[in-house]
């Protein structure tokens, strides 16, 4: 099973039967595929309906149903399209249970930076800020560092998108929350030892006494 | 009844050099693409655009972009045309990104005669620079300001001759909104149908926004 | 001719073609039965819709279907039902051209004062200030006196309903428009004397040198 | 897919004394009629009542301050159910009274996430006693903060098996935006059908906003 793999099962564990859930683009997509079959989670698509099905057979393609990032896609029954005022009214009132997005760093105080790397990339924030500072839990998904290089920090270097608004980080190595007291790895991919996840990490993990396997 | 249908030719006469235009639709899903055509073959210049993104290089607002028809852009998200970054990067295209959440309540303020709105989205990153920040009930929120335009150029999927429209699936996005928040009001409709054929029930924006529309 | 039937069919002719009107409940009602029918008017109900028909027939009112008074109405073809935001978005964004609504007390500054009396009659705003504060044009509609009390005041002495947002009131003595300088009887009903309509008058008029004839 | 319908009993054992309950409907016409005489019957006391109106003495939310058992109303019109302006002036009845168009967007920013919004609505009047006065751009406006309740009791002309909502004619008024601003949204829709007949194109409140439905 290969990294990506890893981190989109245990997130896909994070959610509850009648949850509304928005995935961010990339990875986090993936996480639809190992929601169990009869779990009934509806994915939200910020650009305008809740009930994102999957990708539709090639020539059925629908140039009106499309998901944020453009691409085709199908619904479920019981969707429903509304316009981007009511769709970030949804995502900013709290009636998205959870959010799963990507991030470029992410640090001990929970804020996260996934937007922009000044001089470089600067897509747009599109709606991350929202969803990071609307929905009820923030789950960060994503490769624990990048070429070897820290994601996980004692502070963001970038430019944030929210500031003290997530509460779970998954990746490859474990799982870990970030509470007030700082980040706490919950499991551990039995694959890797606590000394190498910590390496990994910048910011200081706290070692709860029963810290788990990382369920997958 | 003042009858609205009128020529793509008449429709564009409209937009001048240096004017403020709204763009409907969410990477092109929704965007009146016979306006953009229509605009690049026109030429106007300094433009200020307003629309979720910049669309692709060849398809929605994207086009404009390629053709250096704007001197300003506001968007929440430019990633998937790359020549929005190029021109901006480089200085000829000033841009204001802001949260899509944030850049539908700015729109409709602006179209719903409210001075402003307060937001928790953006709060502690670099979207708050030069905002007013206001604290209600003990919560930090950023005062952001409604948007207006002198056009909307936006896509019905059904209109009636009165201009009540009727968005089909997920092009209904920043459309409904843009309707509210501009002097001119300029609809391409797939289809034109009588009046009474849209049940005023299922009317998604009145026509008493429309000014003019185009069969596209 | 009675007061009111005169007061309705001057108002009438305040309203042009393609023009979107909200009526206030009373008095302003009657408007509806004057406007040419070659003419456009569309008349909005604030509670929900655009379109507002004739009293239907005994018998075929329809629970669902009422005005803002809570009273058995009908649409007119090309109506379009809409929610209480947007109802107020139409209104306060200055998309309705304009309102008729009566007064107990208005003044030389355009003050408005229509919605409560103090230790007396407390029935609510309802969508009076919106509308006053909204619309391109407020016509006050009303007797010129009540009781042979003035109602055209130096200084409106009710609590308002909103500041300097008058522009006409029409009344079974004559036209008058509000402006910087102050009230300018601009038509008289042939039956009264500029002094009786001074007479009846709190305020200072202002009397043009080409004062017209009232046309009924 | 989670159940949704309950009993009218189970309903409304959600209603304790002292809660905050809004109610939708304008004058009655989309007031969840079997939700108030289920609640006269109950005899919950102490609530704190938001909406439109008092309705009338005998049908929508009138029949709860006959019955004596709210302690405050938030409200834009109460003049047609003489029982609120009594109560009031006895001061039994704590009155709130907003305009139409600031109540409306007082209850959407409740359910949006905004922190407030600025309108125009009511500078000059005594609706700005006790209220931030902010400028934007030169204009004066009044800050209005949001509206939340623990309870929504809305009605609908026709909900889906996962709580989509589609409403009739003038019986959408407040009942949307209702719907998105408390912590438990009860329904009583008129007929219950099975998920997809509701087409997603013409779904006016998502599933997600309600918790529970009674058919009425």
Same mark, same amino acid.
């Given at each position: ?19 509304i859930?928005?995935?961010?683009i990339?990875?986090p997509?993936m ?24 990708? #539709? ?14 691409? #085709?896609?199908?619904?479920?029954p019981?969707?429903a399209?509304?316009?981007s ?20 760093q ?11 790397i #000044?001089?470089?990339?600067v ?14 839990k ?8 990048a070429k ?22 998954i ?5 870990m929350?970030?509470r ?9 991919? #039995?694959?890797?030892?606590v ?22 | ?5 009128v020529?793509?030719?008449?429709a564009?006469?409209h937009?001048?050099?240096g ?6 639709? !969410? ?7 016979? !306006?953009?055509d229509?605009?690049v ?32 852009m506001?968007a929440?998200?430019?990633?998937l045309n790359?020549?929005?970054?190029n021109?901006?990067n ?32 953006g ?32 896509s ?33 409709a ?20 429309v000014?003019?529309?185009v069969?596209?």
């Open positions: 099973m290969d990294a990506k793999e890893i981190i989109a099962r245990r997130v896909a564990k994070e959610l509850k039967d009648g949850d859930v928005n995935l961010g990339g990875l997509t996480v639809a595929n190992y929601i169990p079959k009869d779990m009934d989670v509806m994915f939200q698509s910020e650009n305008g309906f809740i009930g994102l099905g999957p990708v #539709p057979e090639e020539g059925k393609e629908d140039e009106d149903l499309v998901n944020s990032g453009g691409q #085709p896609v199908t619904i479920v019981g969707a399209f509304f316009d005022s009511v769709s970030f009214g949804i995502i900013r009132g709290g009636h998205v249970d959870a959010t799963v997005l990507g991030a470029l992410v640090d001990e105080k929970g804020n996260l930076a996934n937007w922009m #000044p001089g470089k990339m897509p747009g924030m599109g709606g991350a800020m929202d969803l990071v500072v609307g929905a009820k923030v789950i960060i998904s994503m490769t624990h560092t070897g290089k820290h994601k996980i920090l004692k502070e963001c270097k970038l430019p944030l998108t929210a500031a003290n608004q997530v509460d779970m980080i990746t490859e190595m474990g799982v929350e970030v007030k007291e700082g980040i706490i790895l919950t499991e551990i991919n #039995p694959e890797y030892t000394e190498q996840v910590q390496q990994a990490t910048e910011a200081k993990l706290i070692i709860p006494k029963d810290l788990k396997q990382m369920e997958i | 009844m003042i009858n609205k249908i020529t793509l030719e008449e564009m006469s937009i001048k050099d004017m403020t235009v709204m763009i409907g639709g !969410f990477m092109a899903a929704g965007t009146p693409e016979k !306006f953009m229509a605009l073959e026109k030429g106007v210049k300094n433009l200020t655009l307003i629309g979720n993104d910049a669309g692709w290089p060849d398809r929605g607002i994207g086009k404009l972009l390629i053709n250096k028809q704007a001197k300003k506001i929440s998200h430019i990633g790359p020549e929005a970054g021109q901006m480089a200085g000829t295209l000033e841009m204001e990104l802001v949260p899509q959440g944030t850049l539908a309540e700015r729109i409709r303020a602006g179209g719903n005669g409210l001075g402003g709105l307060l937001t928790p989205t709060v502690g990153t670099i979207v708050e620079e030069g905002k007013q920040k206001i604290e209600v009930d003990g919560v930090e929120y950023l005062l952001e300001k409604p948007l207006k335009a002198d056009i909307a150029l936006i019905a999927s059904i209109a009636d001759k009165r201009g009540n429209l009727y968005f089909n699936k997920a092009t209904k996005n920043f459309n409904p909104l843009m309707a509210t928040a501009a002097d001119i009001v300029i609809v391409g797939e289809k034109i149908v009588e009046v009474g054929e849209i049940d005023p029930n299922d009317v998604m924006t009145p026509g008493l926004f000014d003019y529309m069969e596209v």
